[in-house]
């Protein structure tokens, strides 16, 4: 079936470090979403990105479409403790039956 | 955050019995969702309402129902719960479908424990 990926599943990094997680469909999707996800909370919207090939800045975050609009990636510059979460990506599906999928998520740890 | 609000928060119940999960908006957003979230699978649609009385099935439908008899309330049920529904669910609502134009916000979540 229809799966969207990312990787790397868990990410430990010393703050200060950049971080990227990266999420794959197996099919084009019409747009991407990011969310963030705290330890015990819940998913909180970050950013879409609708157009192929699209960039978008958040501060230290960068947010990217691929060209085929089948992945993207979040990076984040000099990580902070306060990035700790699960980083989500999310779009609807554009061939077959239209379908919304969450990615699998990537669990990000700060070591201060 | 928006006016999303689930009870209970937590449950526990026993395998066979029947489970409903509200989920209370006031945003008077049209569009409602319900998801469960498991390690390793992230969250998965299992239903979702377009408007009051109109319903649609996500991904993992089996085994659970909804209704929406009101624009502010949008009900989850296990008819009978199993073990394999043990999990966190949360629920979302959006002014758009699946918050295309804007954003989807997130409900605090239930966390549900079928022994």
């Known amino acids: 079936g229809q799966q969207v990926m990312q990787i790397p599943q868990y990410q430990h990094v010393q703050e200060g470090e950049d971080f990227t997680t990266y999420c794959n469909s197996s099919t084009t999707l019409s747009n991407i979403q990011w969310y963030k996800q705290r330890p015990g909370g819940h998913p909180v919207f970050l950013i879409q990105?609708?157009?192929?090939?699209e960039v978008k800045k958040q501060k230290r975050l960068t947010f990217q479409f691929g060209e085929a609009k089948k992945n993207s990636s979040l990076h984040i510059t000099a990580t902070q403790t306060t990035d700790v979460g699960t980083y989500f990506c999310?779009?609807?599906?554009?061939?077959?039956?239209?379908?919304?999928?969450f990615g699998t998520g990537t669990r990000l740890k700060v070591l201060a | 955050d928006a006016g999303i609000t689930q009870s209970p928060r937590h449950k526990v119940t026993e395998t066979g019995t029947p489970v409903t999960l509200r989920c209370h908006q006031t945003e008077n957003h049209r569009y409602m969702y319900w998801y469960r979230q498991d390690p390793g699978h992230g969250l998965r649609l299992i239903h979702y309402?377009?408007?009051?009385?109109?319903?649609d099935k996500g991904e993992v439908s089996d085994g659970y129902s909804v209704s929406r008899s009101k624009t502010e309330d949008f009900l989850l049920t296990l008819e009978s719960a199993t073990s394999s529904q043990t999990s966190v669910y949360f629920c979302a609502i959006s002014e758009s479908r699946f918050g295309q134009e804007e954003t989807q916000y997130f409900g605090p979540g239930t966390r549900l424990l079928v022994l």
């Open positions: 309402s377009y408007g009051v009385k109109d319903t």
């Open positions: 990105l609708v157009k192929s090939g």
């Open positions: 999310a779009g609807v599906t554009t061939s077959g039956t239209y379908k919304y999928i």
